[in-house]
Structures are given as C-alpha cells and as structure tokens.
T-cell receptor, first 113, second 111 residues
C-alpha cells in the first residue's frame, strides 16, 4: 500500500512569491490535513479537507489556502511569502472518521529567502 | 483552544535505561495518539488509546491513557539508540475534528 506522497521535498522561494505544495493521500483515504512545523511553534494545524470540502481550519492568515480534488489529492498554496513561512509543511492522510490516526508524508521543507 | 503539554521537553539517557514521558491537558479527549518523528521525516503513528485507564504495549513501549482522558504517559523500557526521536502526543475529540498536537519530547538515547 503506497504511503502519503508529498512533492516537492525541498523548495526555496523569495519573499513575495507564491508556492503550491502537493499531497497524494493513501488510496481510499478521504481526509487530508495540512500542518506547519517549526522549531518554535511545533505542529500547527492549517486546514483539513474531506471529500473536496474544507472541514476544519486553523488560525492562519488568508494567504494560506488549499483544495482537494475528486481523487482526494490535495494542494496547499501560500501567496505573498514571508520569511516566517519557512517551515516543514506536513500532509496527513486519514479515512476521515472514527479515531484512526494520521499517516503523514515526509513533508516539504520550504525556505523563504 | 485545547492545549496539550508534554514533559520533559528534552531527555538524554544512556542505552538500557528506562524512561517515562508525559502528555497533559485540561481538556478531555475522545482519543489520544502517540507519534515518533525522526529528523527530516513526518511523524509515524505508534498507538491510539480511546478508553480512560487503557494501557497498550508495543514491544518495549507502554502507553497509558488517564482515567479522566486528559493525560497520557509513554514508558520505554531498556531504551535503545533506535528510540531516538521526537515523541508527539495528539488529542482528538469527536468525529470530524482535527487532532491537536503537543510540542513534543525530544529523546536522545546514547550508546
């Protein structure tokens, strides 16, 4: 069973640019959650998509957005990048119901210069 | 906002020692999970506990969910260098709500 695939693994962008990250969940999983991980703040919840609908949203500015496609693949977009957006962005896949845990991807390491 | 606290923040021990790390909250959770994360990788799920007082064992790791479902502990027996990593707890509420993660305990097991 293939795991969660995140692309790209590493990304370097300049302040003011925008970026799109991709996540392919485990086959059959309908929920995709996105987290930002930094040394100072730990894992911070961005948003969750379930069956193409945003089901939950964290406390991040509107520059952070996402979407989910009919095949459950998800993308997140960050516009007008700031230095503070440098982080490891993790995608987590789950069936979307019950107490099943997350299966995380390896993440995308974003560096904003 | 439901917050999870973890202690200790850092722990460095010798191979063969035992250790316990803690996860605490003022909120009641319907389930609690433990993950281990290694550098450059995403967290990997170790266990899910759902019943107050529940104890689960995974080889040398023992997980306990508090009776009131507000706290949990992870005990490692005879730690090995391969146990090194960031241990995260995550609390979940009802169906359809996202999990909240604690800040983690960074464990280093020295050979």
């Amino acid at each position: 069973k293939a795991g969660v695939t995140q692309t790209p693994r590493y990304l370097i962008k300049t302040r003011g640019q925008q970026v799109t990250l991709s996540c392919s969940p485990i086959s059959g999983h309908r929920s995709v959650s996105w987290y930002q991980q930094t040394p100072g703040q730990g894992l911070q919840f961005l948003f969750e998509y379930f069956s193409e609908t945003q089901r939950n949203k964290g406390n991040f500015p509107g520059r952070f957005s996402g979407r989910q496609f009919s095949n459950s693949r998800s993308e997140m977009n960050v516009s007008t990048l700031e230095l503070g957006d440098s982080a490891l962005y993790l995608c987590a896949s789950s069936p979307g119901y019950g107490n099943y845990g997350y299966t995380f991807g390896s993440g995308t390491r974003l560096t904003v210069v | 906002t439901q917050l999870l606290e973890q202690s200790p923040q850092f722990l460095s021990i010798q191979e063969g020692e035992n250790l316990t790390v803690y996860c605490n909250s003022s909120s009641v959770f319907s389930s609690l999970q433990w993950y281990r994360q290694e550098p450059g990788e995403g967290p990997v799920l170790l266990v899910t506990v759902v019943t107050g007082g529940e104890v689960k064992k995974l080889k040398r790791l023992t997980f306990q969910f508090g009776d009131a479902r507000k706290d949990s502990s992870l005990h490692i027996t005879a730690a090995q260098p391969g146990d090194t990593g960031l241990y995260l707890c995550a609390g979940g509420h009802n169906y359809g709500q996202n999990f909240v993660f604690g800040p983690g305990t960074r464990l280093s097991v020295l050979p």
